[in-house]
T-cell receptor, first 110, second 111 residues
Framework: EPEVTQTPSHQVTQMGQEVILRCVPISNHLYFYWYRQILGQKVEFLVSFYNNEISEKSEIFDDQFSVERPDGSNFTLKIRSTKLEDSAMYFC????????FGPGTRLTVT | SQQGEEDPQALSIQEGENATMNCSYKTSINNLQWYRQNSGRGLVHLILIRSNEREKHSGRLRVTLDTSKKSSSLLITASRAADTASYFCATDADRDDKIIFGKGTRLHILP
């Protein structure tokens, strides 16, 4: 099973600050995804990324969000100006047949 | 939109009993997956069943898929305390498409 790590495991930030969440798949992959899960709610799709381009994004993924793969291995999700409602678990996933999820980053915006 | 909806929302059973959770979705799918999530933790992939399969087993897990009814069930036999978690079904339609998760069933195994 492909291994996906995410850093940090927990991020606390003040409202209005920028955060960068990182995803590191152990081996090379082409399909990447970000999902989020607000506490007590279901997992929601944010964005899919294929061949270094966004292939699909949800309504949640507005101009405050961006993704990139800066060095060919890390896959990052940036939130430019965090809001309280951005507090959630953020999961990175890769696709190898089915999707494999990282352990998540818990983002707390205060 | 395709969307998995689990039923029941919460389920409490005695250790050793079987737990059955159901999932319904709205549109055609390529496959359906079940995930487990312990409180506040990551998503653990349990099993994937393809649209041309009707039943699949993995250890104490049994998954069925009825594409005519757009529904799936997850059966956990001989439940254990460690099975206490939330269980989500998730569907996708295209090879590089997103996964749509249901709201999940919170399973509590009573000692």
């Amino acid at each position: 099973e492909p291994e996906v790590t995410q850093t940090p495991s927990h991020q606390v930030t003040q409202m209005g600050q920028e955060v960068i969440l990182r995803c590191v798949p152990i081996s090379n992959h082409l399909y990447f995804y970000w999902y989020r899960q607000i506490l007590g709610q279901k997992v929601e799709f944010l964005v899919s990324f294929y061949n270094n381009e966004i292939s699909e994004k949800s309504e949640i993924f507005d101009d405050q969000f961006s993704v990139e793969r800066p060095d060919g291995s890390n896959f990052t999700l940036k939130i430019r100006s965090t809001k309280l409602e951005d507090s959630a678990m953020y999961f990175c996933a890769i696709r190898v047949g089915e999707q494999y999820f990282g352990p998540g980053t818990r983002l707390t915006v205060t | 939109s395709q969307q998995g909806e689990e039923d029941p929302q919460a389920l409490s059973i005695q250790e050793g009993e079987n737990a059955t959770m159901n999932c319904s979705y709205k549109t055609s799918i390529n496959n359906l997956q079940w995930y487990r999530q312990n409180s506040g933790r990551g998503l653990v992939h349990l099993i994937l069943i393809r649209s041309n399969e009707r039943e699949k087993h993995s250890g104490r897990l049994r998954v069925t898929l009825d594409t005519s009814k757009k529904s799936s069930s997850l059966l956990i036999t001989a439940s254990r305390a460690a099975d206490t978690a939330s269980y989500f079904c998730a569907t996708d339609a295209d090879r590089d498409d997103k996964i749509i998760f249901g709201k999940g069933t919170r399973l509590h195994i009573l000692p």
